[in-house]
């Protein structure tokens, strides 16, 4: 530095010593700058003290003398200590070459100036807050500072910084929050813990309300919160469970909406989580439980989102317990949100709910989504509503159902999904046909497919959840369209109308006659019968699922559909079956689930009484159908009691291909005729003179049996048959050999008898087709 220069009113001696190497020397030429600033401010002389300072900055603060800088920032600090209260006038020429000095890249020099800042601050307490935002800038690179001496003297100064902000009403929150805003999403660790000791500091003054803009720091606090210092984690957990007290003591306030995006971001992982991630996960379900219980149906419009970022966690296991706990509550919460009032027309809605205004959606929401965009894509699911600003009216909300509906079919068809996922999904299906069905039945044909592809899931739980849902369309009266199933066949006089003739106080068409339906009856919607259709066509194209899942599903139907409206439709669709094989296999499959099932029990004894037209309707349905495998007509017929077409039946069994598979159905009828279902039956043996074509069909089936283990179990029950002339009473010497149930009023036995030569007919052709193919396949028959 030129010492020569004119430095007025700086004395040569205290120039000499400011530049000295000596920090003794340049302190006593402090005390002398001391002694001059305080008789200009005697004398009133703004002049020469911001003189002063100037020549301290320029000089000395900013030059590049390390020792005149060091000069420098001492003879600031004692200008400030001169000037006293009043040296919040000087302020920014002060503060400012000191924090110049802070980016020095010598540390002893950043230590002096935080030392000279710290004494600058001393001194004008509140009128530094003016200046925060610089001064909040320059701390936070100290805090992160290699040499521990300058982040010892950087930690003095905030806590005086920090003092002075809790004891004033003067602090400027709007101009500080964007600095906040960008520095909170430093990567430093010191620089973090700086941040979030502020954060809690502000958060606990009165005064001031961080809260309302809790919104614009959530984020950065969240990923603050997956720092890997355990220390910075804790004061993080700390602000956030400090937000969330004050957000449940004042919801009204409480911007939900623009905060609720930012969960749902963070409620998502990706597979490479680590315990950090686990705890932001947890932190963010956590909050968005508490939002939903908070903010009610104002989430509604949203629910997609929270869906998109609830629904995996549902199926985590024990190590994440805490996070699927949270999952679930907010799942729950959220299910109950939706009533029938959703199921409103738009139109309507907000007839009702709506506020006059254009309704458009400010350019801070715009903005807000705008940003989650790339996030939304990271976890591919786009197009999904999330959170934006409520209006002015919260009652006027919308229920986002395609969001919701487009977030479940995404789940469905993701083969990763996780089975309590998969179970949740449905739930929500089958809740939204409850409360919305109007709005929902406009995506059952989107739905439909997949929902029958569930058929094929591996639990049980989700194949029950998924039929219920599927019984619930099949239904609801929301999905009656004008559109009937037509059943009508050329080979059948039974016209069954399912579902579109299906309707309770309606009548069903069965032939030339009319039969009201049993009140028991639900009635069934224009997807009843869709549904038959494509179940048996899974079934055929997975004989697996048929063979696994076919009679648990059947049974379950049974209970949700009733069974007479299962078997009715299945037996009329098969009848129109092209794969015989398959219309055979199905044929036995139902009648065995009819023989067996505790769910079918309604369903025996409306068989077993034939004097009602409807209960003859329902046997010539099944009937035609049971054609397609003779021992299940058989066995249908010991079960209705048709005991002479039994006999017939069994007399045409000597034309028809007697196999092995063919031996073994008589088999197992035979053990069925000891099961507890046929009690009856064979009872009915003791009364011989009435019921002598039941005896002729049991010996009928033990002549097609080899000598077999059957063979023997049916020889000895009808070797216990009682000799007639020992059963006979007193009361009826002469009683005429009549069976009862040789015929009945609304069967026309003859005709059935002809329809089971045509279809068996055709059972033989295509056997004799499928043999000529095997023996010539290169041949085109």
């Known amino acids: 530095m030129n010492t020569e220069k004119d430095f007025s009113p700086l004395t040569p001696n205290i120039v000499r010593a400011l530049n000295d190497k000596l920090y003794e020397k340049r302190k006593v030429a402090a005390l002398e700058i001391e002694k001059l600033v305080r008789e200009f401010v005697a004398q009133n002389n703004s002049a020469q003290i911001r003189h002063v300072i100037q020549i301290l900055a320029t000089e000395f603060a900013l030059s590049q003398h390390p020792h005149s800088r060091k000069g420098g920032l001492i003879g600031l600090a004692a200008c400030s200590i001169a000037l006293g209260k009043d040296s919040g006038l000087y302020l920014k020429e002060l503060i400012d070459p000191v924090l110049t000095c802070f980016n020095d890249s010598d540390s002893r020099l950043r230590y002096y100036a935080c030392e000279a800042l710290y004494n600058i601050v001393k001194v004008a307490r509140g009128a530094v807050l003016p200046h925060f935002n610089v001064l909040f800038d320059g701390l936070s690179k100290l805090a992160a500072d290699p040499d521990p001496n300058v982040k010892s003297g950087s930690e003095l100064l905030d806590r005086l910084l920090k003092d002075i902000v809790t004891e004033s009403n003067k602090f400027d929150l709007v101009a500080f929050v964007p600095l906040l805003r960008e520095r909170i999403y430093s990567n430093n660790q010191y620089a973090r813990q700086f941040i979030i000791s502020w954060i809690h500091v502000l958060e606990s003054v009165p005064d001031i309300n961080l809260l309302d803009y809790l919104p614009e720091i959530l984020d950065g606090l969240f990923q603050i919160l997956g720092d890997s210092s355990k220390e910075i984690r804790r004061m993080c957990e700390v602000v956030l469970g400090e937000f969330l007290k004050e957000i449940k003591k004042n919801p009204s306030s409480v911007k939900f909406a623009e905060m609720a ?56 296991d024990d190590r994440k317990k805490s996070t699927k706990e949270a999952a679930s509550a907010c799942n729950h919460s959220l299910m109950k949100l939706v009533t029938p009032e959703d199921d409103e027309d738009d139109e309507e809605s907000q007839t009702k709910l709506s506020p006059p205004g254009d309704g458009n959606p400010s350019k801070k929401e715009g903005d807000l989504n705008d940003s989650l965009n790339e996030s939304q894509d990271s976890v591919g699911f786009s197009n999904i509503s999330f959170f934006t600003p409520a209006g002015s009216d919260r009652s006027a909300v919308t229920l986002d159902l395609d969001g919701i509906v487009q977030v479940l079919d995404r789940h469905l068809h993701d083969s990763s999904t996780g089975m309590m996922t998969r179970i949740a999904v449905l739930k929500w299906l089958y809740h939204l046909y409850i409360k919305t069905p109007r709005k929902m039945f406009k995506h059952t044909d989107s739905l439909f497919p997949m929902l029958l592809k569930t058929l094929s899931d591996e639990s049980d739980e989700v194949i029950l959840k998924d039929l219920e849902v599927l019984a619930e369309i099949a239904s609801s009266p929301a999905g009656q369209t004008d559109t009937s199933g037509s059943c009508d066949n050329s080979d059948s006089k039974t016209e069954l109308h399912i579902p579109g003739g299906v309707r309770d106080g309606q009548p069903v ?11 028991s009856t639900p009635s069934m919607n224009s997807y009843f019968y869709k549904f038959m259709i494509n179940l048996l066509k899974r079934f055929s194209l997975e004989r697996k699922l048929l063979e696994m899942r076919g009679a648990f599903i059947i049974r379950q139907l049974c209970l949700l559909l009733h069974a007479e409206n299962i078997f009715h439709s299945m037996a ?3 009848l129109k079956e092209e794969d015989l094989k398959f219309a055979s296999t199905m044929v036995q499959t139902l009648n065995t689930i009819l023989l067996t099932s505790a769910e079918l029990f309604q369903l025996r004894n409306q068989l077993k009484d034939l004097h009602t037209q409807d209960n003859c309707a329902l046997f010539c349905c099944l009937y035609r159908s049971w054609c397609h495998n003779p021992v299940a007509t058989v066995s249908l017929c010991f079960l209705t009691q048709n005991y002479r077409h039994a006999y017939d039946l069994i007399q045409k069994f000597g034309d028809l291909e007697v196999t092995v598979d063919f031996l073994m159905e008589v088999d197992k009828l035979v053990q069925l005729i000891e099961s507890p279902i046929f009690t009856y039956l064979r009872l009915q043996l003791l009364d011989v003179e009435h019921n002598p074509y ?61 329809h089971f030569d045509r279809v068996q007919s055709k059972h033989l052709e295509v056997r004799h087709q499928r043999a ?5 396949p290169d041949r085109k028959l």
Request: glycine share 2%; net charge neutral; with cysteine.
């Open 572 to 574: 009329d669709i098969l």
């Open 509 to 519: 068409v069965l032939g030339s006659k009319v039969a009201d339906l049993s009140p």
């Open 772 to 776: 000529r193919r095997s023996e010539h």
């Open 694 to 754: 039941l005896i002729k069909a049991l010996y009928g089936l033990l002549m097609l049996l080899p000598q077999s283990q059957a063979f023997q179990l049916l020889s000895h029950r009808l070797s216990c048959v009682p000799n007639p002339e020992l059963m006979r009473t007193v009361e009826d010497p002469k009683a005429p050999v009549k069976d009862k149930r040789l015929a009945q009023p609304h069967i026309d036995y003859s005709e059935l008898l002809q």
């Open 261 to 316: 995006n930012i969960l749902v971001i963070h409620c998502q992982v990706s597979d490479e989580s680590k315990s950090t991630n686990d705890l932001i996960q947890l932190t963010s379900m956590t909050w968005m439980r508490e939002f939903i219980q908070l903010a009610g149906r104002v989430v509604l419009p949203y629910s997609s989102g929270i869906l998109t970022a609830v629904l995996p966690c549902l199926s985590y």
